[in-house]
């Protein structure tokens, strides 16, 4: 059922409920996608894909950090997906208090680039260090 080594029974239910609240605003289906794959959701209607998506879950609310970070492997898994299909894909976040979302196409026109920290406050190993993307959350449109 879970995705990866880092996902637990929360996450994937919390993913699920995010797909299902998008697929009825945005008036169509979203296919989970296999465990370990780029993303999370394709969203599609009438077996036409629409836009990939990728969600996170964050226990802070919205206005306790200024920005977002994502991977630099989710930027590059981002770009050889948008030139091979031209699909958007949509960065989604459910705070404490909203959900909003933003293309990763934002990280990287907008975005600072920067070697992540060691820290044990993520799923990673402690030591587990890669190049990330931090982007305003100024950027990113509320549902």
Not at 73 to 85: C, E, F, G, N, Q
Request: aromatic share 14%.
């Amino acid at each position: 059922m879970t995705r990866s080594i880092y996902e637990n029974e929360d996450d994937f239910k919390n993913e699920q409920e995010m797909a299902d609240m998008l697929a009825e605003k945005w008036k169509c289906k979203m296919l989970r996608q296999k465990k370990l794959s780029q993303f999370d959701f394709i969203a599609y209607r009438n077996a036409k894909p629409l836009a990939f998506l990728e969600f996170r879950n964050r226990k802070q609310k919205f206005n306790d950090f200024p920005t977002m970070i994502v991977s630099m492997t989710k930027l590059v898994a981002w770009h050889s997906s948008k030139a091979i299909t031209g699909l958007p894909c949509y960065f989604v976040v459910q705070w404490a208090d909203a959900v909003g979302y933003t293309d990763l196409e934002n990280f990287v026109i907008y975005g600072e680039l920067k070697i992540s920290a060691k820290t044990n406050n993520r799923r990673n190993a402690y030591d587990d260090q890669e190049i990330i993307s931090l982007l305003s959350t100024d950027h990113f449109k509320m549902l």
